[in-house]
């Protein structure tokens, strides 16, 4: 049985620096929120990409420093290390690990090579995985202590050789992610396989023993019929960003896509949670629906995952953001047309003609279960995954990176998220393709939305720099009348 969604028909308005326009083609000259801090982070650095959509996470905070990862100009794996009492950066380069090495020259190009860390505070440790689309896995770790006993000086010997994650696991790696429990245990997954026919495997790390152990190799099974893509036999599922809520529970939101070809096969938001760290998953209703200690999986057919119907030729983008809310909540960030578009020749792509049909959406889940939808909320081209964060009094805040700068949409809790208004958060000299994850503790914590971009607006010559905002400042710029 399926979800009934709610759409709430809202407004959308230009606050202080926004624009009503969907879609212009150039917008005037306004005022923007501006930095609280900018910290210059390296430049130049890699120029075709450094962020991507599923780099959960990119920048990770623990003590007085903040940590981030990244290429560098020469395709060298870095690690930078921002002290937060002083601004002061340092660096330690990889060079065992480049970007691409020994594989065709196309590949240095192609923007799924993301790097991420995660963090296990219980033996001090700093985590990293990069460089893979359908590869083998490339994860490190630094020493025990690095993080609970920082050294005065980074260096190359403050980090272990390249090792397996567990002996045996799935290869033919993509889109590796790392995320925290709430008792700061590390979680880690990956895709194995490919967009029309993957797998997702799923670990916890054990910081008592400093190793992994595996929860499923096989979380989401790619078998099933799916008639309204051509009876099509496979599949992968996408996931956006993996995270638990205050109480423990582990909440998960997918689309699935039926053919690596084109996100026109994308179809649907799905929903699942898990109350014992990945093992069993429950659907919308909290029904059973996959044991993974009985090598259950979750897969097509299983009942009460699809809370919102999305058609193929909706062209429903794939992996966005989640945040949670104050009452272990999920919200969804994402992008796709309102009604379906099938062009007469099938690419990878829509037509760019029609691209102006996409909107972002806001869909999220009551404490009974029921989900909703936001009206559309414009999207500027060329088009963009967006983020989303929730403040402290459940105000959502939707950003994203466009030719302009960075861009936010931000609605209220009581409004039931309604009424949304549109802000500048930075001008042009600051961008990145798709919106970059933010550091999830300063955000908790301190209350600081902070997160890289480039600091050069797209030049040729690209850098990276941490952004930093005060919350309190957005938001009541955001709502200033």
Known sequence: MRTEITVFLGSVSAVLWGSMLHHAAAEPKLP??????????????????????????????WGDYQYTIYWGADRVLTVARRCLTSDAVQRVRLDDHVLAAGQPEQNRYDGHRNTVVGISPGDGRLHLAWDHHGDDLNYARSRAG???????????????????????????????????????????????????????????YDSDRGRWDIISDRLFGLEGVYPAWNNSPSRNAYMHDLLFDADGRLHITWVYREAGRSWASNHDLHYAFSDD??????????????????????VLDSPGIVVCEIPVFSWLMNQCAMTMDSNNQPHVATYHMAEPFRPEVLQHNPPLDEQHRLNYYHYWRDPQGGWHRSQPLPMPLPRRRPMIIAAPDDTMIIYFSTNEGFQAHVARAA????????????????????????????????????FTADPNGGKPERGIAILDFRLERLLEAAWRD
């Open 32 to 61: 923007v929120l501006g930095t609280d801090r900018v910290v210059i982070v390296e430049q130049p650095v890699w120029t075709s990409f450094n962020w991507a959509s599923f780099d959960q996470d990119k920048i990770v905070s």
């Open 146 to 204: 690095l993080l609970t006993e920082p050294p005065e000086r980074l260096s190359k010997t403050d980090f272990e050789p390249q090792q397996a994650v567990v002996p045996g696991a799935p290869q033919q790696v993509t889109y590796p992610r790392f995320f925290n429990g709430p008792d700061e245990t590390l979680y880690f997954f990956y895709r194995s396989g490919g967009s029309g026919a993957g797998n997702i495997a799923l670990f916890q």
């Open 277 to 298: 760290r990945g093992r069993n998953w429950k659907n919308n209703a909290g029904v059973p629906i996959a044991d993974t200690r009985l090598g259950q999986r979750i």
């Open 415 to 450: 409004d039931r998220w309604s009424q949304w208004k549109t802000m500048h958060l930075t001008g042009p000299e600051f961008t990145c393709h798709d919106a970059t994850k933010p550091d999830r503790r300063r955000l908790r914590d301190r209350n600081i939305l902070s």
